[in-house]
């Protein structure tokens, strides 16, 4: 069993920044892909963003490419999502989910097998 703890949550200005951490308690956090995905309140969990296990590459949605960027490190066991620019369309909790299969694209949020409770980002207009 994975726990994900997310932190860096808060409330900003539009415009401003906020940095989202993710710390994994599992010691071979290298062996998962990672990704973090939003709900607004009434609205479905949607994804935002996501990086390889393997190659390290990386994948946005259109909503936040450019201004957000995400990164991992694998020997701290955490990733990432700094995000720029932001807008109050980006107000929502932000969850970090972690996926072990290969198999399923990283952009769907029923391939991940572990969840983080999330953290409230708000930003205000």
């Known amino acids: 069993q994975v726990q994900l703890i997310e932190s860096g949550g808060g409330l900003v200005q539009a415009g401003g920044s906020l940095r989202l951490s993710c710390a994994a308690s599992?010691?071979?956090?290298?062996?998962?892909?990672m990704g973090w995905f939003r709900q607004a309140p009434g609205k479905e969990r949607v994804f935002v963003a996501a990086?390889?296990?393997?190659?390290?590459?990386?994948y946005y949605a259109d909503s936040v490419k450019g201004r957000f960027t995400i990164s991992r490190d694998n020997a701290k066991n955490t990733v990432s999502l700094q995000m720029n620019s932001l807008r109050p369309e980006d107000t929502a909790t932000y969850y970090c989910?972690?996926?072990?299969?290969?198999?399923?694209?990283?952009?769907?949020?029923?391939?991940?097998?572990?969840w983080g409770q999330g953290t409230q980002v708000t930003v205000s207009s």
């Open positions: 599992e010691r071979t956090f290298s062996n998962y892909h």
């Open positions: 990086i390889s296990r393997t190659d390290g590459n990386t």
């Open positions: 989910a972690a996926k072990w299969s290969t198999i399923g694209t990283l952009l769907s949020r029923s391939n991940y097998n572990y």
